[in-house]
């Protein structure tokens, strides 16, 4: 169990410092894998950069209305989270859509899944690259 | 659960169950960690995710 962890860990924290992009041939259902992992990562990864309550989990929210950035989060921090959310917004249905896709084979009418595919995995290694 | 969510699901366990073949992994954790990343990228919606913006006051 600890040696199964520590794996998880470790593949965790290398998506999380970029060591993991797509530079080999992967089938659908790998590709969709590693689009998931990365995108589920990455998003984790956005919400510890804010306050949260410790009794509900939710996010802190300033006098008007705004999430609160952990105190010290330098500016070019805040910089890179505006871009990760930007691409999150794109990604996520088209990585979603590429997931249906590879179980079953199927897309919504008039989606051409290349066109998709090609931008989703250059989305997910931007969110990789974000900086 | 509609049939394209359940066909995604049972692939995602026979994939899953491949994985744990490939690692030794026991095939019930190999399947809830697939299930977990596409149910979990499902709930995963960017626009629950508050904005990033500094303190209007932040620098002075």
Redesign the interface.
């Known amino acids: 169990m600890l040696k199964?962890k520590v794996?998880?860990v470790l593949l965790a924290v290398a998506l999380l410092m970029g060591c993991a992009t797509v530079n080999v041939q992967l089938t659908k259902?790998d590709l969709a894998?590693w689009m998931?992992?990365i995108?589920?990562a990455q998003?984790a990864d956005?919400?510890t950069?804010?306050v949260t309550d410790p009794a509900t989990g939710e996010?802190k929210l300033?006098a008007q209305g705004?999430?609160?950035?952990k105190p010290g989060?330098p500016?070019a921090q805040?910089a890179i989270?505006?871009k990760k959310?930007a691409i999150?917004?794109e990604v996520?249905p088209l990585?979603?859509t590429y997931?249906?896709y590879?179980?079953?084979g199927?897309v919504p009418a008039g989606t051409v899944i290349g066109e998709v595919e090609a931008r989703a995995v250059t989305l997910v290694n931007d969110l990789i690259r974000a900086k | 659960m509609d049939p394209v969510t359940g066909s995604i699901i049972i692939g995602l366990i026979q994939m899953a169950a491949q994985y744990a073949e490939k690692v030794g992994m026991a095939k019930e954790e190999a399947t809830k960690h697939f299930l977990n990343a596409y149910d979990l990228a499902k709930v995963n919606d960017p626009d629950k995710l508050p904005d990033a913006k500094l303190p209007e006051n932040a620098g002075g």
């Open positions: 199964r794996i998880f259902q894998d998931l992992s995108y589920n998003y956005y919400k950069w804010f996010f300033d705004n999430a609160i950035l989060t500016p805040v989270l505006q959310k999150f917004k996520w990585i979603l997931a249906e590879a179980k079953t199927t």
